[in-house]
């Protein structure tokens, strides 16, 4: 037999680019689909043919197509208690996981006091509370005096007692330290989880680190599905204002346990309607800082000022007309559903960067392009210019710059330079050809194409997972 080979999937600004819908359709064409990075901070929602929705933040995409094995690659962090949940909630919907989910041995576990530390520490950057930060740092530290920071998937196979005491050890250091909180968590939920996992699915955490090379060298196609996005990745984003993992192409092969030597692809995915959830630098997002402060309000109790149920009832008319970017910005969120899938809090839009999409296909080396959300670009026309405003260029104190700048600081003075381009008025969710693509589309398709110098391989042109136009 052949080797197989991998291809890797990327989101390649700031997450939530509608990657999970990319793997639906592709999925197919593999024989595993892989996480390579991230935790339980991932929000998938994926459609059943039947319409069902399920929310997945653990376990990768591909879940639907029977015969696909799920892996969790080494450069994940996983929360037992998370896995268990999705385990159970697909077999609800009839999807067994019993064979087809591994975990690599070499995954760090998620611990209890890693959700105390983000809860007391994450608000800064608005993390999505699940540990992730406090868990990779961890790992990099390994020990705290005699006391093992770093717990690994492989070490519950050989004595998953001592994990748990070692676990309970860390909570109770953390609530030494940490007097005045009140823990919410506990080692028995992660110990039972783990002992209902090994009913449900028999063994799941791989022995062989090697699990993975050896499928692909015995033929397996894998796919490797990136989280959280290329432009949050801890060392390339904007720092602190990123999560905690390695987010690129390169890292899939060390967080995926596999030789670079079978890449073949890779395929990266991107909003022409750009989001971002947390803070940090946003250089194209409608009401700049005012928008960041706006969407970040929250109530005393930790919910959203602006919800998405309060935003629902603005007049979208009005605000698509106006003069401000923000209130423009407000109706574009309403109207393209842009709210956290968990917390519902409003996400920051923004319109499509040039000069950030080039760079992070470049970077990654993106052979194909798959664009999102084409269809919510009709809306421009409904603006007071009608047309599509693009970010085609960066200013630095009122001069053109020729790169992005790497420092939050210096990235936040930055001045998009926007153009406007045609719009086009006509609903194109029923479009399935690119023959039936308006004029107007299919020309800003071929300008960022030419920006970008990525191959557009697909469009989005609506969120059922039928409604998308190969290119
Ligand atoms: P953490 O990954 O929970 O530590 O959060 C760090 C930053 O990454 C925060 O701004 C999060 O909102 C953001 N983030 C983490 N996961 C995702 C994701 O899947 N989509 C979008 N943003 C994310």
Request: hydrophobic share 40%; aromatic share 6%.
């Amino acid at each position: 037999m052949n080797p197989g080979y991998s291809d890797v999937l990327l989101g390649l600004q700031y997450g939530d680019e509608g990657k999970a819908r990319v793997v639906d359709m592709i999925a197919g064409d593999y024989d595993v689909i892989a996480r390579f990075n991230g935790g339980a901070n991932a929000g998938h929602t994926i459609e059943t043919e039947e319409g069902l929705k399920v929310a997945l933040n653990q376990i990768p995409s591909g879940v639907f197509k029977e015969k696909t094995l799920l892996y969790i690659g080494s450069g994940c962090v996983v929360d037992l208690r998370t896995v268990l949940r999705e385990v159970e909630s697909l077999g609800t919907l009839g999807i067994v996981l019993k064979g087809r989910l591994v975990i690599s041995p070499q995954a760090a576990l998620v611990q209890p006091h890693h959700f105390l530390e983000d809860a007391a520490t994450g608000g800064t950057i608005g993390t999505t509370r699940k540990g992730i930060g406090p868990a990779y740092a961890d790992r990099a530290s390994r020990m705290q005096g005699e006391r093992l920071l770093h717990l690994r998937a492989g070490d519950l196979l050989e004595n998953s007692a001592h994990v748990f005491d070692e676990m309970q050890a860390n909570l109770e250091a953390w609530q030494a330290a940490h007097p005045a909180v009140v823990a919410d968590v506990n080692v028995e939920e992660h110990r039972s989880a783990y002992a209902r996992l090994n009913e449900i699915l028999g063994s799941f955490i791989a022995a062989d680190p090697a699990f993975l090379e050896k499928k692909v060298r015995d033929g397996a196609r894998v796919l490797f599905e990136g989280a959280q996005s290329v432009l949050l990745d801890v060392v390339k984003g904007y720092v602190p204002y990123v999560t905690s993992s390695l987010t690129g192409a390169g890292a899939a092969y060390s967080g995926g346990d596999l030789s670079p030597h079978h890449h073949r692809k890779t395929i990266g995915v991107a909003k022409v309607l750009m989001s971002r959830v947390g803070h940090g630098p946003f250089v194209s997002e409608f009401g700049g800082a005012e928008s960041e402060a706006y969407c970040m309000a929250k109530n005393p109790d930790n919910s959203s000022v602006y919800s998405r149920d309060l935003e629902k009832t603005y007049d979208i008319d009005a605000l698509l007309k106006s003069s401000n970017p923000l209130e423009v910005g407000q109706a574009l969120r309403v109207l393209s559903s842009e709210y956290g899938t968990v917390s519902a809090r409003p996400r920051r839009v923004g319109s499509l960067d040039l000069p950030l999409l080039k760079m992070t296909a470049q970077l990654n080396g993106v052979d194909e392009l798959f664009l999102t959300k084409c269809d919510l670009l009709r809306e421009y026309s409904r603006t007071a210019s009608g047309r599509m405003p693009v970010t085609v260029g960066y200013a630095l104190n009122g001069v053109a710059i020729d790169h992005v700048p790497s420092t939050t600081e210096t990235y936040s003075k930055v001045k998009g330079i926007v153009e406007e381009w045609d719009g086009f008025a006509e609903d194109v969710s029923g479009c399935r050809k690119s023959a039936e693509l308006p004029a107007a589309l299919q020309e800003f398709l071929n300008r960022v194409g030419e920006f970008t110098g990525a191959q557009i391989m697909g469009v989005g042109v609506g969120p059922k997972r039928d409604q998308v136009v190969v290119l």
